[in-house]
């Protein structure tokens, strides 16, 4: 009698030790293992598709200083250059969707590629949940003042025009946002320009003064304190307005290209499927960062304007973006592996 007794007992044990087992996978354990609302609880990491020193990674650093005291961890920024941002993106796409691996980076990261990259391993609509866009960023075309013979673009475009592909600018890889800039002066102005691939800013601005290349298509944040130090000279902006570090400086519609424009932007997205609770906080975090009058003026004295779009309005513009510039490309005959 006793047996019976206690087989049913240790069978119960055993099938209750079984189902707390089989529990540890499943997804409703997951979920009260990892709730969203408990985020951040360890250091939340920025990967930068560039290298230090860049318009990019000053934005990045800004604003993690003010994440990581707002949010009471350690915020990180982890560069990642190559291929055109291509790589530092996809380790994004690619990382677990817990809200501890963030995208900072420019147009490029989630138009520009995506309209002319159709072997591009992701794909920025579907792969990066948007977060916030937090900056804009005016392109502007620079040549070295001390050698170069250009005073103005109408003086670069005609020595171009008469000397094709003698002309070399800097890019930051084929298809990047400088080289898209550059195909479309090529088409607005009627010329050939030479593109030269270089890993970031820092690089591309170091070999422009150096005199390896006679112009470069960079953001405002990267060329500004050349310009203001001299060492270089800034022919155009190749926004639609005018550049608040640069107020001298004429815009592509002003010198009657507008088919040349071209608006960068900044950006903070999470890998698709993070927790909607954690994008949340995310955002909010992020907005309360940029009213934050420190780091709008961090943003300004790299170039740019601080600006809080949300993530419905960043995916309609990421949308639009691509749509444009894929039309842009076609006519252009951009191609890009």
């Not at 994440?67 to 990642?80: C, I, M, S, Y």
């Not at 530092?88 to 817990?98: M, Q």
């Not at 519609?253 to 088919?259: N, V």
């Not at 999470?270 to 992020?286: C, F, G, H, Q, S």
Request: charge should be positive.
């Amino acid at each position: 009698m006793k047996k019976r007794l206690v087989r049913p007992s240790l069978l119960s044990a055993a099938l209750a030790t079984l189902a707390i087992l089989a529990g540890v996978g499943s997804p409703s354990f997951a979920q009260t293992a990892a709730q969203p609302d408990a985020w951040p609880q360890r250091s939340v990491r920025l990967v930068v598709p560039f290298p230090p020193g860049g318009g990019t990674d000053a934005v990045a650093r800004a604003l993690g200083q003010k994440l990581a005291t707002r949010l009471g961890q350690p915020v990180v920024v982890d560069n990642k250059p190559g291929a055109s941002t291509i790589i530092g993106t996809d380790s994004v796409v690619k990382a677990e969707p817990d809200g501890y691996t963030l995208l900072v980076s420019g147009s490029t990261s989630y138009t520009v590629n995506a309209a002319l990259r159709p072997k591009l391993p992701y794909d920025p609509l579907k792969d990066l949940a948007p977060v916030a866009i937090i900056a804009r960023a005016p392109l502007v075309v620079v040549v070295v003042s001390a050698t170069s013979p250009y005073k103005d673009l109408a003086g670069l475009l005609a020595a171009a025009k008469a000397a094709p592909k003698t002309i070399n600018y800097a890019t930051f890889g084929s298809g990047s946002a400088p080289h898209l800039v550059g195909a479309l002066i090529e088409q607005a102005a009627d010329v050939r320009l030479q593109d030269v691939p270089y890993r970031g800013s820092a690089q591309a601005m170091m070999g422009l003064i150096g005199g390896e290349i006679q112009m470069a298509v960079d953001t405002v944040a990267s060329a500004a304190p050349h310009v203001r130090s001299g060492k270089l000279r800034a022919l155009a902006i190749a926004g639609n307005e005018r550049a608040r570090a640069l107020p001298t400086v004429p815009t592509m519609q002003e010198l009657k290209l507008p088919d040349a424009a071209f608006d960068g932007w900044y950006a903070v997205a999470a890998p698709a499927r993070t927790p909607a609770p954690i994008v949340d906080k995310l955002l909010k975090e992020v907005e309360a960062a940029l009213r934050d009058p420190q780091l709008q003026e961090q943003i300004r004295a790299q170039g740019m304007e601080p600006v809080f779009i949300g993530p419905k309005a960043m995916h309609t513009a990421m949308d639009n973006e691509i749509g444009r510039y894929r039309a842009l490309a076609h006519r252009a005959k951009i191609v890009v592996d």
